[in-house]
């Protein structure tokens, strides 16, 4: 009996610590579903090329080839305390800098390799700056770490789909212990997480067909990362691509990570509950400075896709690519300060919010608070906007920039129609009136509830 009620114990105790472990991880995510917004940053020896963080890849360069552009690397105006005043205007509030990219440069003073920029460039830790930097302006701060690595003598050369020497011959014979590398790599991360205070989000990047999950092996990464970070949250590119359900027992994340786009729906799990999600977007085309790339997104595109995201339950991590010097593009600046300009008057519709009760109307968005919902006006509209079935249900509008009174009526011609209420910012509602804003004007709608 004695034994019996061991084991029901320990049995009650596992599940109830099971249980008690994904509170506290929902727990740890309510800061970052709060910020909705934060700024990526890819910044390494690529720069120097400036052809992209790929290069490496994409013109199947050798280590020994490579080399130059890591001696050329000398980022002299490099200054975080800039990156991070930048962050903070455009709104921002949140960060996740590259520590180590796929070319296996590190851009932290890791204690197990030579390859780093403190070797190169006067002994400096560039990853403890940038911490130090963002967080001194109140932003959270996370790193992104690559798990596959194009320098490391014992990660797979020849014949793997990713590395640049994957055709070379010359390594067709090469033998590699890739039980080395695991150590190696899973020792850089037990520094990053030891080493740096405390780091709100891990990224990690990237799996790729059979190098995924346990090959890594995952759960043991995610173990210590939790036991050195107790709050830490962490994306879902251990096991894929970045498409896997975070809704998954194997998921061994926090968040799903579309990339370059806007999911056409939110994200949810087999029970069809919206799930935490992030897209990754470029300011250009590019995550790297890439000196040739000047398809940038306009402030308007730049807002319009928060708010997309936001509507639909998720964050929006918009990525900078400083220059060899150091310095995050002019272009890339003057993008975010105008955004800053439009999330200083209508960030309260962003910070918080998600997907509303509201479907999708025909003019733009809906973003919804508690009782507090938020109608985006982004497309060319003529005249009031319509809550179909709420007129008993709101209580107030208001212009949410300067919290100027809204008009509120649910006649139509003079008939009365139980079914609708119309909203504009002068009456009669169904004329035509400017907004005050071209980019995207707020009406904040108060609810009863």
């Not at 520094?191 to 990047?205: H, N, P, S």
Request: glycine residues 8%; proline residues 4%.
């Amino acid at each position: 009996m004695k034994a019996l009620k061991n084991t029901l114990f320990f049995l009650f105790f596992c599940f109830t610590t099971d249980a008690f472990a994904q509170n506290v991880a929902n727990t740890n995510l309510s800061w970052w579903q709060e910020a909705r917004f934060g700024m990526f940053i890819h910044f390494g020896a690529y720069a120097v090329p400036a052809r992209g963080e790929w290069i490496k890849n994409k013109e199947t360069l050798s280590t020994a080839q490579y080399q130059k552009y890591i001696e050329e690397f000398q980022p002299e105006d490099f200054d975080p305390k800039k990156w991070a005043k930048i962050a903070k205007q455009a709104g921002m509030k949140y960060a996740v800098m590259t520590a180590k990219h796929h070319d296996g440069f590190c851009m932290f003073d890791s204690k197990l390799t030579d390859y780093k920029v403190s070797k190169y460039f006067k002994n400096r830790d560039l990853v403890k700056e940038y911490l130090e930097a963002f967080r001194a302006e109140g932003i959270k701060v996370g790193l992104y770490y690559s798990v596959i690595d194009w320098q490391h003598p014992d990660y797979p050369h020849f014949g793997d789909m990713m590395h640049p020497m994957r055709n070379n011959e010359t390594f067709k014979d090469k033998k590699h212990n890739f039980d080395t590398y695991i150590k190696y790599m899973h020792g850089q991360v037990e520094e990053l997480t030891t080493k740096y205070g405390k780091i709100d989000v891990m990224w990690f990047d990237f799996s790729y067909g059979e190098m995924k999950g346990e090959k890594w092996k995952a759960k043991e990464l995610v173990s210590m990362v939790r036991k050195n970070q107790p709050s830490i949250i962490l994306n879902n590119r251990l096991m894929g691509d970045g498409t896997g359900k975070i809704g998954d027992t194997e998921a061994l994340g926090d968040f799903e990570t579309p990339e370059q786009g806007v999911p056409e729906q939110p994200r949810k799990d087999a029970n069809g509950n919206i799930v935490p999600w992030e897209t990754c977007l470029t300011l250009n085309n590019g995550w790297g400075y890439t000196a040739d790339d000047n398809q940038w997104k306009s402030p308007e595109l730049v807002i319009h896709s928060l708010v997309n995201c936001v509507s639909k339950g998720g964050n929006l991590l918009l990525n900078v690519g400083p220059d060899a010097r150091g310095n995050i593009p002019t272009q890339s600046v003057n993008i975010l300060a105008e955004v800053g300009k439009w999330m200083e008057l209508n960030s309260e519709s962003i910070y918080g919010c998600g997907a509303s009760e509201l479907p999708k109307p025909d003019w733009g968005r809906f973003t919804q608070k508690g009782k507090k919902v938020y109608a985006h006006i982004m497309n060319p509209h003529i005249g009031h906007i319509n809550l179909k079935g709420y007129h008993e249900k709101v209580v107030k509008a208001r212009l949410l920039r300067d919290k100027t009174e809204l008009f509120i009526e649910n006649t139509w011609w003079g008939d009365l129609t139980k079914d609708n209420v119309f909203i504009n910012i002068r009456k009669p509602t169904y004329q035509h009136y400017n907004l005050p804003d071209k980019i995207n004007t707020v009406f904040e709608i108060e609810l009863k509830r």
